[in-house]
Nanobody, 127 residues
Framework: QVQAMESGGGLVQPGGSLRLSCSVSGLDSVVYAVGWSRQAPGKEREIIAC???????YLHYSVRGRFTISRDNAKNAAYLEMNALKPEDTAMYYC?????????????????????WGQGTQVTVSE
């Protein structure tokens, strides 16, 4: 069974930074892309980032220039570095391995491209 586990969330002031971690288990190899999504109360899930095995990837326009994604294949781990955080970034953040090795321009932002999301880690941006 494929499982993802997120950690690193917390309360941070506007303009601050956080680094989220994602650990994946249940897959026999690391040849998969990794996605990050978030869901704010009362809103739909929003897929904000995808990182493929070759180092390429995509970022949602709302986080581009502030968030970066990386991965450590030896550890089956991925990371979301979040800088210049805004109150509107407040949400539960999730990660999941992709069904694909690469992040494709036509479907990286679709939920169908990913295995099950983890339990999530809460990020709250507030004074």
């Amino acid at each position: 069974q494929v499982q993802a586990m997120e950690s690193g969330g917390g309360l941070v002031q506007p303009g601050g930074s956080l680094r989220l971690s994602c650990s994946v288990s249940g897959l026999d190899s690391v040849v998969y892309a990794v996605g990050w999504s978030r869901q704010a109360p009362g809103k739909e899930r929003e897929i904000i980032a995808c990182k493929d095995i070759d180092g390429g990837g995509y970022l949602h326009y709302s986080v581009r220039g502030r968030f970066t994604i990386s991965r450590d294949n030896a550890k089956n781990a991925a990371y979301l570095e979040m800088n210049a955080l805004k109150p509107e970034d407040t949400a539960m953040y999730y990660c999941a391995p992709s069904e694909f090795q690469e992040c494709h321009s036509h479907n990286w932002f679709r939920e169908v491209s990913y295995h099950s999301w983890g339990q999530g880690t809460q990020v709250t941006v507030s004074e």
